[in-house]
C-alpha cells in the first residue's frame, strides 16, 4: 500500500537516492531540501525548497508548506561534517553541526509530530561515529558530539513515542561514497538507500529505538 514519505536533506548523495527508491515503487514522496538539485528534479516528486533545519525559523515554515500532508514515514537524513582537532579546535564549527545534525532533526520531528500518521516511523540518519564504545581515532569533535547526541535523542524519542504508536530507527547508512566522505566509501548512494529503505520496512513497536547498520547488524551506543 502507498505511503507518504517525507525526506530531509534530499537533493543529493543518499537523500536523492532514499526519494528515487520511494518514489520507484509508488510510495508519495516529498522531498525538502535547501536547494533542489536537477537529479531530484527530475524524479518529478513533490519538493519543498528554502528549509535549513540548522534555522528554527525554517522549520516553522516546513509546517506551514506541509500544511495537513499525513505522514506515514519521516526521515532525517540532512546532516554536515566538518573537521576539528584537539589541536585546530573550531567551536563555531562544532556549534554548527550542533545546530544541523542534533537540534535540526528533533525540531523536524516536534513541528511535524502532529501530522504523523497513527502507525507512523521516524528514521534518523546518523553515523557510527557517534557510538562512544565504537570511537577508536579520536577527532572529528563536532561531528562526532553532535551525532552522539542525535542518537540520544533518538532514543528518547522512541520511548516517548512508543505509547503514540510511532515507532524510530536510529540508522548508520554505512560508509557511502558521497560528497561528505569526498567520494570515498564501501559502497554507492544508491546501496545504502536500498538497505535504509529495508530497514525502514522492517522497523516496527518491537524493535523501534535501535541502533543499526544499514546492513541489519546492530551498532554499540
Given at each position: 500500500m502507498s505511503q507518504t514519505?517525507?525526506?530531509?536533506?534530499?537533493?543529493?548523495?543518499i537523500g536523492l537516492e532514499l526519494a528515487r527508491a520511494w518514489n520507484k515503487r509508488g510510495?508519495?514522496?516529498?522531498?525538502?531540501?535547501?536547494?533542489?538539485?536537477?537529479?531530484?528534479?527530475?524524479?518529478?516528486?513533490?519538493?519543498i525548497a528554502?528549509?535549513?533545519?540548522?534555522r528554527a525559523d525554517s522549520i516553522e515554515q516546513l509546517g506551514a508548506e506541509l500544511n495537513d500532508t499525513r505522514i506515514d514515514t519521516l526521515c532525517n537524513n540532512a546532516g554536515v561534517m566538518l573537521n576539528e582537532s584537539l589541536d585546530a579546535m573550531d567551536f563555531e564549527q562544532i556549534c554548527k553541526q550542533f545546530e544541523v545534525n542534533t537540534l535540526g532533526?528533533?525540531?523536524?520531528?516536534?513541528?511535524?509530530?502532529?501530522?504523523?500518521?497513527g502507525n507512523a516511523k521516524i528514521?534518523?540518519?546518523?553515523?557510527?561515529m557517534g557510538s562512544i564504545e565504537d570511537n577508536t581515532s579520536g577527532g572529528k569533535y563536532g561531528y562526532r558530539i553532535s551525532k552522539a547526541g542525535l542518537n540520544a535523542a533518538g532514543k528518547s524519542l522512541a520511548v516517548d513515542l512508543k505509547p503514540r504508536g510511532?515507532?524510530?530507527?536510529?540508522?548508520?547508512p554505512g560508509y557511502v561514497r558521497t560528497d561528505?566522505?569526498?567520494g570515498h566509501g564501501h559502497m554507492e548512494a544508491q546501496e545504502a538507500a536500498r538497505r535504509l529503505v529495508q530497514r525502514m520496512d522492517?522497523?516496527?513497536?518491537d524493535n523501534t529505538g535501535t541502533f543499526w547498520h544499514s546492513d541489519g547488524s546492530v551498532l554499540p551506543w
Open positions: 514519505v517525507v525526506i530531509i536533506g534530499a537533493n543529493r548523495g510510495d508519495k514522496v516529498v522531498a525538502v531540501c535547501r536547494e533542489p538539485s536537477k537529479a531530484l528534479e527530475a524524479l518529478g516528486v513533490r519538493i528554502g528549509i535549513d533545519v540548522g532533526p528533533l525540531r523536524v520531528v516536534q513541528k511535524l509530530l502532529s501530522r504523523m500518521a528514521g534518523l540518519i546518523t553515523s557510527r510511532i515507532a524510530v530507527a536510529v540508522l548508520h561528505m566522505t569526498g522492517e522497523l516496527n513497536l
